[in-house]
């Protein structure tokens, strides 16, 4: 099968999980920024860090035959510096015009401080001034619901951001609704231990239907599997889903999303 994985940190995975995810059928992978594991203490290091995911990592991909897209912002877990996340935001733009830009993110919340909605604020700015995609992280666990809601409170006071422009990332049975309800995308995180199981994910698909869903795995440093995607497609066949409708969710509806950037553009045939 083919399919797109549309958030993955492969700066955090070893170039084995390349050659799997070709053989799986992967085209694309879109990489949104995101926190390395530790603080970092410059914006010197985010500019590193930028020039990784829009000069290097692509390459890395490329011996795959897998064409690597990336997501530029501070992520929330390093928001509440407010001073650091402006001098980072002031970066971003020199990095817009780089071919496998695709927009800002992963933007969001962590711990839904003053600080962070804040900084939240500046990237949705950012992304209105220069026409960008948008996508979304919310937090984690029992700050889910209350983080999202003001995620969207923050996205519907700027006139300028086209909701269908939007993805909010790592929704959930309790949240998805809310985040569809408003126009935006929703993408399902498929972990091992927290986010969505396959199960759940296929339930919610099953409850909300797939406009404006896709599936992920947000495989990173921590406890995460880069096939999470087709593994969960294959679960989808199980529970008796016709290829279409695993093929929409997994490729098309990622496709559609994307191809709103003028940068996303598959490898041809």
């Known amino acids: 099968m083919k399919y797109i994985e549309p958030h993955a940190h492969m700066v955090s995975r070893v170039t084995d999980d390349y ?7 992967c085209e694309a992978i879109c990489e949104p920024a995101f926190w390395a594991g530790f603080d970092r203490s410059s914006p010197a290091g985010f500019h590193d860090y930028f020039c990784q995911l829009t000069e290097h990592e692509p390459k890395r991909a490329a ?15 390093e928001s509440e510096d407010v001073n650091l996340a402006g001098d980072v935001i002031a970066l971003i733009p020199q990095f817009l015009d780089r ?6 993110g992963e933007i969001g919340l962590n711990k839904n401080s003053r600080n962070e909605v804040k900084v939240l604020e500046m990237h949705v700015d950012l992304a209105a001034r220069f026409d960008q995609l948008i996508l979304v992280h ?6 889910k619901l209350k983080g999202t809601r003001l995620i969207l409170d923050v996205l519907k006071s700027d006139r300028r951001i086209k909701p269908e422009r939007v993805i909010v990332d790592h929704v959930e049975e309790h949240t998805v609704k809310a985040v569809l309800d408003r126009g935006h995308w929703a993408g399902m995180t498929l972990y091992p231990e927290t986010k969505c199981t396959p199960a759940r994910a296929i339930d919610i698909l099953e409850n909300f239907g797939n406009e404006q869903l896709w599936m992920n795995s947000a495989c990173d440093w921590g406890v995460s599997d880069p096939l999470a995607v087709p593994k969960t497609a294959l679960e989808m066949k ?5 290829a279409a409708a695993i093929e929409q969710l997994i490729f098309r509806n990622p496709k559609k999303f994307l191809s709103q950037s003028p940068n996303f553009k598959l490898p041809a045939a």
């Open 19 to 25: 050659q799997r995810m070709a053989l799986a059928g």
């Open 63 to 77: 011996k795959f035959g897998i064409a690597h897209f990336c997501w530029l912002c501070i992520n929330p877990k």
């Open 99 to 104: 071919p496998n830009v695709l927009g800002i």
């Open 138 to 143: 919310t937090p984690h666990l029992e700050d």
């Open 238 to 242: 199980r529970r008796g889903h016709r």
